[in-house]
């Protein structure tokens, strides 16, 4: 596969993590008790699905610049540091059911959603760029359209945005403090 190709299956995933985002959070503002019924249907299980994302963003960003050969700015680079730790913690917490880590996950996917935010607006924006980035590989760089549209540092957004509300949908069952 060539980076557009896998840009593209990104890509697709990125559409439907984006359209669970808005779903789940339209949900909670115009159907309260859908949103209820939701949040029981998915109990206990946020922190696996919140970790295969963070597994499957982790692994797209490393087919990018080990199998593509693209070199990660600096913004993608922060990013990684606030994806690849989910990549790791989310699952292994998920597997041990331990759910006192959610509180640390969400700080880290706040930070990536905070500077993928900023990437995502330097991008579309690169006025608003200081040039404080390399010139040789600029923040702006645009190194793949996933379905004319997903660029890397957008797939980051959902990604980051996408594990925020798996883990914010979860709730403890019943029984749980």
Known sequence: ??????????????????????????????????????????????????????????LGSLWFSEGAHFTPCELCWYQRIAMYPLAVILPMAAWRGYRAIRPYAFVLAGIGIAISSWHNLIETNPDLSSGGCDPNNPCTLRWVEGLGFWTIPRMALVSFALVIALLAVDRPHPEEP
């Open 1 to 58: 596969m060539d980076a557009s190709q896998v840009a593209d299956v990104l890509g697709t995933l990125a559409t439907f993590g984006a359209l669970v985002v808005v779903g789940l959070v339209g949900l909670r503002a115009v159907a309260p008790a859908t949103f209820r019924w939701m949040q029981g249907m998915l109990a206990g299980t946020g922190a696996t699905l919140a970790g295969a994302v963070a597994v499957v963003a982790t």
